[in-house]
C-alpha cells in the first residue's frame, strides 16, 4: 500500500468494520425492516447500523472533528474545522433491491475543500481512494480518468432528470459515489447529476480530481441541491457544450 495519512487509515478500517454489517444484511434482505423516509428514499436498519458503526470508529482519533453524516445530520464538535462527510449506504434503492450497486462514502473536509476520500464497495471488496495532492487508488494501484476523446464513444452517468436532458450516451447506475469513482477510474467517462447532497459527493469529487480529471459547478458550501459535471479534461468543454440545457 502506498504512504497513507493516519486519518485515511481511519477511513479505511472503519469502511472494512461497517462493511461487514452491509454484507450480513444484503444477504438476509428479507428480514430488514424497512421505514418509510421520503417518497423513493428508503432508510433501513442497515442504514442506522453502518452509521453507528462509521461514527464509532472516526471518532476514535484523538482530534475530535465533527461530523455530517445522512441519517443524524450534523454533529458538532470540539474541532469544527474538521468534518466528516459521511455516506453509511450510497445507493440505498440499490440495496433493498439486492442489486448489488452501492458503497460506503466518507470524505473528510477541512475547511472548504476536501482533503481525504474513500468510497468502498463491499460486495466487490473495492476500494477507491484520495488524498489532496497525492494521487487517487484503486486496491492500492494509482488510477487516471478515461482518454476518450470522442463524445460519441464515451459513456456517461446521471440520474432521471440528467437522463431527459442531455444528448449523451447515458446511464442511470444508482449510487452517485460510485459513479464519481469510475468516472476517477476511466471505467466511465462522465457524471452529471443535480439535486445531490454534499455526502453523497464529498469523497467522490476528490478522488476525480486526483485522478486528473475534471469536477464543474459544484459549492462544498452547500449541504443539499448541489449540481456537478464531473469528467476528464479531454471531454470536459465538449461535454459542457452538450449540457447547455441541464
Known amino acids: 500500500m502506498n504512504s497513507i495519512s493516519p486519518n485515511l487509515n481511519l477511513m479505511i478500517k472503519a469502511c472494512e468494520k461497517a462493511s461487514k454489517i452491509l454484507i450480513r444484511d444484503f444477504g438476509e434482505l428479507e428480514n430488514l425492516q424497512v421505514s418509510k423516509k421520503g417518497p423513493k428514499d428508503f432508510v433501513t436498519n442497515s442504514d442506522k447500523k453502518t452509521e453507528k458503526v462509521l461514527i464509532n470508529e472516526l471518532t476514535k482519533n484523538k482530534k475530535k472533528y465533527s461530523i455530517l453524516s445522512e441519517e443524524i445530520g450534523f454533529i458538532k464538535n470540539d474541532d469544527n474545522d474538521y468534518i466528516w462527510v459521511i455516506d453509511p449506504i450510497d445507493g440505498t434503492t440499490n440495496f433493498l433491491h439486492g442489486i448489488p450497486h452501492f458503497c460506503i462514502s466518507i470524505g473528510l473536509k477541512f475547511k472548504d475543500e476536501i482533503i481525504s476520500g474513500i468510497i468502498f464497495d463491499p460486495i466487490k471488496n473495492e476500494i477507491f481512494y484520495a488524498e489532496k495532492n497525492q494521487g487517487a487508488y484503486f486496491n492500492n494501484h494509482r488510477i487516471r480518468v478515461s482518454k476518450r476523446k470522442n463524445l460519441d464513444e464515451c459513456l ?10 442531455a444528448d ?41 480530481k486526483e485522478a486528473g480529471g475534471i469536477v464543474n459547478n ?29
Open 218 to 246: 459544484y459549492d462544498l458550501e452547500k449541504t443539499n441541491n448541489i449540481k456537478l459535471v464531473a469528467s476528464s479534461e479531454n471531454i470536459n468543454q465538449k461535454m459542457l457544450k452538450r449540457l447547455n440545457k441541464f
Open 168 to 208: 449523451l450516451n447515458a446511464r442511470i447506475f444508482g449510487s452517485a459515489a460510485l459513479d464519481l469513482a469510475y468516472v476517477a477510474s476511466g471505467r466511465i467517462d462522465g457524471y452529471f447529476q443535480n439535486g445531490l447532497n454534499l455526502w453523497d459527493i464529498a469523497a467522490g469529487t476528490l478522488i476525480v
Open 156 to 165: 456517461f452517468a446521471t440520474n432521471k432528470n440528467g437522463l431527459s436532458s
